[in-house]
């Protein structure tokens, strides 16, 4: 079952909590630095709408982008698998989710870190990100 739409309004809200918190803390965080700075339900909203902002800029279902434990998407025209692990992949933790989302971590560095995995050809977001807000 789809999850119901989160408001803009109260999107943008927890986003900019976090954001404010991380940039009073020297920019992104790490998980363990977010984890002990913003509330779990904060974080999770956060999350799930820059998620779901990703899936209505980049429709479709060939990569799937997941954040654990908060949430996956579908996302980017293309195959869409429909059994098992799909092709595509790409996981993050929420720290660098939100700083991939917000443009406070580029896509490069992210990768370069190892604070990204993705598999599969199709597995990039360097053109998607950072979300238009």
Do not use: F
């Not at 991380?22 to 339900?41: P, Q």
């Amino acid at each position: 079952m789809a999850r119901a739409r989160i408001d803009d309004e109260l999107g943008r809200a927890a986003l900019t909590t976090v954001q404010a918190i991380t940039e009073k803390n020297g920019g992104v965080a790490d998980a363990d630095r977010l984890a002990a700075s913003v509330d779990r339900t904060t974080v999770a909203l956060a999350v799930r709408y820059t998620l779901q902002l990703l899936a209505e800029q980049a429709p479709g279902a060939a990569v799937e982008v997941r954040v654990p434990p908060h949430a996956a998407v579908q996302c980017i025209e293309g195959p869409k698998h429909t059994r098992g692990t799909p092709p595509n992949v790409i996981e993050t933790d929420a720290a660098t989710w939100l700083g991939l989302a917000t443009g406070e971590l580029s896509w490069a560095d992210a990768r370069a870190a190892g604070r990204v995995q993705a598999s599969g050809q199709r597995a990039d977001l360097s053109e998607q990100l950072p979300l238009r807000p």
